[in-house]
Each structure stands twice: as structure tokens, then as C-alpha cells.
Nanobody
Framework: VQLQASGGGWVQPGGSLRLSCAAS????????MGWFRQVTGKEREFVAA????????SYADSVKGRFTISRDRYGSTAYLQMNNLKPEDTAVYFC?????????????????????WGQGTLVTVSS
């Protein structure tokens, strides 16, 4: 399974970006997909996740009300719409996914819940 993240770039504070993450692999069907981010020198942190079948979502407190995760229900692409971006949102954003059984909602923010990871896309928020 391969993940291709795209949509990163530079934006001014208050601006918006939309990240995409496409999973590919023979017969692969995601059961969940998550977005994480990492700043150089810091640990990678959870941003948002979605359970594929139910559309259940989970967000980090720092992005609630500003970011929205969605998915192509019958495909294998997830999106992260990021609005009202702040300088502290600057990071490399990684998408991650898993197949198999449905994820337990309490585990959506756990990195070890995901089996496959993308290469990351850089988001820079500055004036």
C-alpha cells in the first residue's frame, strides 16, 4: 500500500489549504485514515482522523473548528480542509491509513493504530 499526500504549500495566516491523501494498492480498502504533523525537533502529533465506513471523525483540540477531514466514501482518498491557518500550524503533514477491521474510535489518535504512512507534505503559514 502506498500513500500519496499532496496539497501542502505556503499560505498567509488566516488562509486555507486542502490536503489530499490517496491510498493505492491492489484490493486495498481503508478502514480509517489519519493526519499527523511534525515540526522539526518535536514529536509527531495527531491532527485528525476518520473512520471510513461510518464517517466518524476525531480532531486534536488545537484544530477543532478550523480543520475538517473527509473522505471519498467509495474510493481511497481522504482530505484535510484547513481554514484560518495559524503560524503554529506550520509543519510537515503526514497521512496514515490501515485496512482490515474497523478502528475503535478511542484509538483514532494513536499512531500505532495505522499501518501505512505517506511521505509528508510541508505546510508553511507565515506572513
Amino acid at each position: 500500500v502506498q500513500l500519496q499526500a499532496s496539497g501542502g504549500g505556503w499560505v498567509q495566516p488566516g488562509g486555507s489549504l486542502r490536503l489530499s491523501c490517496a491510498a493505492s494498492g491492489r484490493t486495498f480498502s481503508p478502514s480509517a485514515m489519519g493526519w499527523f504533523r511534525q515540526v522539526t525537533g518535536k514529536e509527531r502529533e495527531f491532527v485528525a482522523a476518520i473512520i471510513w465506513s461510518m464517517g466518524t471523525t476525531s480532531y486534536a483540540d488545537s484544530v477543532k473548528g478550523r480543520f475538517t477531514i473527509s473522505r471519498d466514501r467509495y474510493g481511497s482518498t481522504a482530505y484535510l480542509q484547513m481554514n484560518n491557518l495559524k503560524p503554529e500550524d506550520t509543519a510537515v503533514y503526514f497521512c496514515a491509513t490501515r485496512g482490515g477491521s474497523r478502528m475503535i474510535t478511542s484509538m483514532m489518535s494513536a499512531q500505532n493504530s495505522y499501518y501505512y504512512w505517506g511521505q509528508g507534505t510541508l505546510v508553511t503559514v507565515s506572513s
